[in-house]
């Protein structure tokens, strides 16, 4: 597997398009860390890390409108690849929607969202963004 983060969020766009509740995905550290960042920001609805074998594996629970049935975000995409990576500076963070939504940033001090960088005043490498 050439971009395991591309991976990630392709197995989350494809659960949600087939109305899963949960879907399994092995884990990395920064997988681990964009879990996080999804959950804090309210696009998920759980998750649970399972240390089984070599690798483990990420449970997700995913969110759903009750009324509705539609999935809590309407587009999560990879901006990085490994052929062509994405950096910005601190004074060209991007912003989502306006700030609606949200850009999942991997700065020396760790993947943090676009306004936590902006806060600490640093860049890095552009990971997703998810509306």
Do not use: W
Request: net charge positive; hydrophobic share 35%; proline share 4%.
């Amino acid at each position: 597997m050439t971009d395991p983060i591309a991976d990630y969020l392709t197995r989350i766009r494809n659960a949600v398009m087939a109305n899963h509740k949960v879907v399994e995905i092995p884990a990395s550290n920064i997988k681990k860390d964009i879990t996080r960042i999804l959950f804090d920001k309210g696009y998920i609805l759980n998750y649970k890390f399972e240390d089984e074998g070599v690798q483990g594996n990420i449970k997700i629970a995913l969110k759903y409108n009750a009324e509705t049935k539609t999935p809590a975000f309407k587009s999560i995409e990879r901006i990085s690849k490994p052929g062509l990576r994405k950096y910005v500076d601190k004074d060209h963070l991007p912003r989502v929607l306006n700030g609606l939504g949200v850009a999942v940033i991997s700065t020396s001090q760790g993947v943090m969202t676009d306004k936590e960088a902006r806060k600490l005043n640093i860049g890095g490498e552009v990971l997703c963004y998810v509306y």
